[in-house]
């Protein structure tokens, strides 16, 4: 367990600055003096903790069909119902007043002191994760002018073009994993990704994998953009060692649910969050649980689960999860427009004793036990999808001579997935049995004629509990193949496919940021749409 002081690192002072580094740092560096705390480690914990990972389940995970909201109640009436409202669509741009920020005052703390080398350069890695998290949600975004408003009074920075900020995010990557040192600061104490235990050698070991397996997530975003520059940065990737194992997940877990020494108390997962107050509005889409059923999947009962009565799903123990009882919410309808013609109809209400339509409909629920318990972790780089992103880079001969086969990263990655399952709470030990694991190889055998469909339909599941995730890489991949939410015809304007390809900016930055605002919209080709492609999309 680790150390008290990371637990309580919920908020820090606002006064803390931030900014970008090499690359754009002669322009950024800042003389501004940061106020010092008793160790800048803390920041570290802090910095960890308020991972953006996931996306939210009503946002991109409604995207990309892994969930339906079919009741257009305010906050749900954003992506499900094809609609652009601010507040709910407007996304993550709270990142540069939160873990951006920290992690730029974590930085100016430790840049000079060479006892802090790791934890310099570990900042500088997850500040770079955050900002291709950024770019991946917008395109064009504040960077090189970010967060100056305190250093040089520079209220209204520019919008960097998004690719010009993945150049200098591959650098930033690749020279912070270069510099990490085991014969330097050990920081696993600070470390919600590690043991508090661990040695400086498994730290940086962890720490290097995590970078590479980073930085091969954004070589394969270049893959629709730029094959060679795709090959070329996978290749560097791969050589300088990615994620081996389940060991190397960069998971954060609730010390009070299923776990390990990295847990920590308290941890919100943000599920409360979603499921709170409103737990029948959300239903299992179904595109994904037409899929889990045809290979009958052994995740299926950890992910979906039916209930008598929707609107009492946090307080039911013993869902049925039997994977035949399972049918996902069809895409395009609402409460309002599911009736008896429409394929995947079931009745509307959950049990015979239900007679108000407010109490739920008749469809999965994610299960609350288990995926959808407060007490689940949240995954942000997974070993899974580090195999399976492998696979593809096999299949399309990124790889250098010695690697594995396409078909033996699809299998690893599969498996990965499976055993990630036992740090859920109420999960069965193995999560999923040896024999099971072998029966769904089976099923999903892989074919080098449908390879990229197949290899990228599994990271769809894996990414079932990230859906920031599953919507990047099927925006890159093109798979599965999802039909269109048909709700409206919003996204079809602007040469749109159907699809959210981006989330539009805040209007407060249309309002209080007009020049940039406008200057980025243009450079993105037009209005604000939800359907204008980032750069690694086109």
């Known amino acids: 367990m680790k150390n008290l002081s990371r637990i309580i690192l919920i908020a820090l002072p606002l006064f803390f600055m931030a900014g970008c580094d090499e690359g754009f740092e002669e322009a950024n560096t800042s003389p501004t003096f940061i106020p010092k705390i008793s160790d800048p480690g803390l920041l570290l914990t802090n910095i960890l903790r308020n991972t953006s990972a996931g996306g939210g389940w009503q946002g991109e995970s409604t995207i990309v069909q892994h969930f339906v909201l079919p009741y257009n109640l305010g906050t749900t009436a954003g992506y499900q119902f094809n609609e ?59 960077y090189s002018e970010a967060q100056k408003a305190q250093t040089e009074g520079l209220f209204y920075p520019k919008y960097d073009k998004g690719a010009d900020i993945y150049d200098d995010l591959y650098k930033q990557i690749k020279e912070a994993t270069a510099a990490l040192d085991p014969a330097k600061d050990n920081n696993s104490r600070f470390d919600i990704f590690m043991s508090a235990t661990g040695t400086t050698a498994t730290e940086i070991t962890f ?84 899929f889990l059923k045809s290979t009958n999947d052994p995740r299926t009962k950890y992910i979906s689960a039916k209930y008598n009565n929707p609107g009492s799903a946090l307080t039911i123990t013993n869902p049925d999860t039997t994977v035949a009882a399972q049918f996902g919410f069809p895409i395009g309808y609402s409460d309002a427009t599911i009736t008896p013609s429409v394929p995947g109809y079931r009745d509307r209400n959950a049990a015979p004793a239900i007679t108000s339509a407010a109490s739920g409909l ?82 999903v055998a892989y074919n080098p004629a449908t390879a990229l469909q197949q290899i990228n339909t599994q990271y769809w599941v894996e990414c079932f509990t ?73």
Not at 242 to 268: F, L, P, R
Not at 376 to 391: D, E, G, R, Y
Not at 485 to 507: A, C, E, H, K, Q
């Open 84 to 142: 652009n409202v601010d507040g709910t669509n407007s996304g993550p741009f709270g990142l540069y007043t939160g873990t951006i920020r920290t992690s730029q005052a974590l930085m100016d703390m430790t840049k000079d002191d060479p006892a802090r080398t790791n934890l310099y350069n570990m900042a500088k890695i997850w500040r770079a994760y955050h900002f291709m998290y950024l770019v991946d949600h917008y395109g064009d975004v504040p």
């Open 362 to 443: 008749n469809y999965s629920q994610v299960n609350m036990r288990v995926t959808g318990s407060t007490l689940a972790p949240v995954f942000v780089i997974t070993n899974a999808q580090t195999k399976l992103l492998l696979a593809e880079a096999a299949f399309r001969g990124f790889l250098p001579a010695g690697a594995k086969t396409a078909k033996e990263y699809y299998d690893e990655g599969i498996i990965a997935s499976m055993d990630s399952y036992s740090l859920f709470p109420n999960t069965l030990t193995p999560a999923v049995s040896t024999a099971s694991k072998n029966g769904y190889l089976n099923r």
């Open 207 to 290: 720490w290097k994998r995590l970078g590479n397996s980073l930085l091969l997530r954004l070589g394969m975003r270049y893959t629709k953009a730029d094959l060679n520059k795709a090959k070329t940065i996978v290749q560097e990737a791969y050589n300088g060692g990615v994620m081996q194992s389940n060991a190397d997940n960069v998971v954060i877990v609730n010390s009070t649910g299923a776990g390990n020494a990295t847990a920590i108390t308290g941890y919100n997962n943000g599920r409360n969050g979603v499921f709170g107050t409103n737990v029948f509005n959300y239903y299992l889409a179904k595109p994904l649980i037409d």
């Open 466 to 538: 990230n859906g920031d995730e599953a919507w990047n890489n099927f925006r890159r991949s093109g798979f599965p193949v999802l039909a269109r939410n048909t709700f409206n015809d919003n996204l079809l304007v602007g040469g749109g496919d159907g699809f959210i390809r981006r989330f539009s900016y805040p209007l407060a930055e249309q309002s209080n940021n007009t020049a940039s605002y406008q200057a980025a919209v243009s450079a993105l080709g037009g209005p604000d749409y939800l359907t204008t492609r980032v750069f690694w999309d086109k």
